[in-house]
């Protein structure tokens, strides 16, 4: 549903609950006033008749006599008077049937309650009818007819409906529901032209300019008028608009350059991918050759240490040849069903006697794995060429502790790499994966980017993260199903 149609919706949901309940608490106190008036009415009544018997007894007329001043008290609203004795038989009524009756068993036990006037209500046929029973005594002046035997000489019993009054307040009922209703409308239709010109019109503006936008119109904008709401919604987006438009504007310039660095990249890679082929078998042959001649010399010769320091220079560089060539031409992948935990030990025991010599301990903590499908031999590099890097930031010693584990909820396979080494710098861990980047690594400056490369490649990431005090963590995380 709408804005439109829930605001006036609300509004006049609310209109008819405050109505209603004014209205019905409005309805109850006017039954009350009227129920009030009744009673006084009622109970005024019972004390004519009630005076009327005893002045006509007192002055010695006829039974007759007090019928014709019953039969003269009937009205509209006057059900029945009546006068019974305290055995509950009927003396005399206004309705003729009941002289010689038992009276009804509710005045009877009204009666015999003795409460001197009672008054009390209730329904006959449908209708609420109003009964005032009102007992006389045989008090002294009644005693010289009657003697002094009985204490009630009569009861008198007046009966009144609950007919007009009822009458009109249902026909006012009905009026203040009409004019509810009336009103609900007549609200209904203002608010629907209030609301439509100020809220629904302006809305809609706004949205059509908003899926402009969204259509990529960056250069479109919202109208800043109208309502204060309004103003401000089209100033804030107007404002995101700008930003978004400078945003864009920054990305394809940032595009474009990443596309133009990319482009001179991959002519950069395929000159180092050709001139490392033209070095290697080069370096290779001078390898070769020096090794005979390093035969022939002496081993207390001097020429001999420099030989041998040659030869450790040589497969330095034909180390970084091969580095260069895999980073320019990534080797095919050749994934095969592995034990992740047997390549971390075969990735330490390759590094552990450096370590020791450099007062390193590493240290494994394998996790319980599932078999995953990689290429051991690429992983096993990247394992190596992260403990080297680790290595050589750690010039006074300490500790690395690779753990492996399985995340069953992503169904990925962790493996990290902690040292305790000084942490690295911001910039440091910015710039660790790009080509020749280096903080003391001695090799071509290629490995952690080759490294990123293979484990991309594995639809993997690697990525570090470092504490002041405590080290530095490398993350490899690789997924078992790619």
Known sequence: ???????????????????????????????????????????????????????????????????????????????????????????????????????????????????????????????????????????????????????????????????????????????????????????????????????????????????????????????????????????????????????????????????????????IGEVAATVAHEIKNPLAGISGALQVMAEDIPEDSPRKEICNEILSEIDRLDRCVKELIIFARPQEMNPVPSDLNRIVARAVAGVKETASSMGIEVTELPGTLPEISVDPDQIEKVLRDVLLYQMQLMSDGGTITLSTMHDREKDEIRIMSADTARALTYENIRNIFKPSFSTKYTGSGLGLAVSRNIVESHSGRIRVESEPGIGNFFHIIIPRKR
């Open 1 to 267: 549903m709408s804005l439109y149609r829930r605001h006036i919706l609300s509004i006049v949901a609310v209109f008819l609950v405050v109505s209603g309940f004014f209205s019905w608490l409005n309805y109850g106190v006017t039954q009350r006033h009227i129920d009030d008036a009744k009673k006084e009415r009622v109970a005024l009544l019972a004390e004519v008749v009630t005076n009327g018997l005893k002045s006509i007894m007192l002055e010695g007329r006829p039974r007759e006599e007090f019928q014709r001043f019953l039969d003269g008290l009937a009205a509209e609203d006057i059900r029945a008077v009546r006068v019974f004795s305290d055995s509950g038989i009927v003396l005399s009524s206004t309705i003729p049937g009941e002289v010689g009756q038992k009276v009804d068993d509710q005045h009877l036990k009204v009666f015999r309650a003795r409460k001197n006037p009672s008054l009390f209500v209730h329904t006959s046929q449908g209708r609420k009818v109003y009964s005032s029973i009102m007992i006389m005594g045989n008090d002294w002046p009644c005693q010289r007819c009657h003697g002094a035997g009985d204490e009630v000489r009569a009861i008198v019993d007046l009966e009144v409906m609950h007919g007009k009054e009822e009458s009109l307040v249902t026909g006012a009922i009905v009026r203040t529901l009409a004019a509810w209703l009336i009103s609900a409308g007549l609200l209904s239709l203002a608010l629907a032209i209030i609301a439509r010109r100020q809220i629904k019109k302006p809305l809609e503006k706004v949205i059509a300019e908003i899926n402009s936008i969204a259509e990529g119109d960056a250069t479109a904008r919202i109208s800043a008028s109208g309502a204060e709401e309004l103003t401000a919604i089209a100033l804030g987006v107007n404002r995101i608009t700008s930003e978004l438009e400078k945003a864009r504007d920054a990305v394809q310039r940032y595009e474009s350059t990443e596309t133009s660095q990319l482009e001179k990249m991959a002519s």
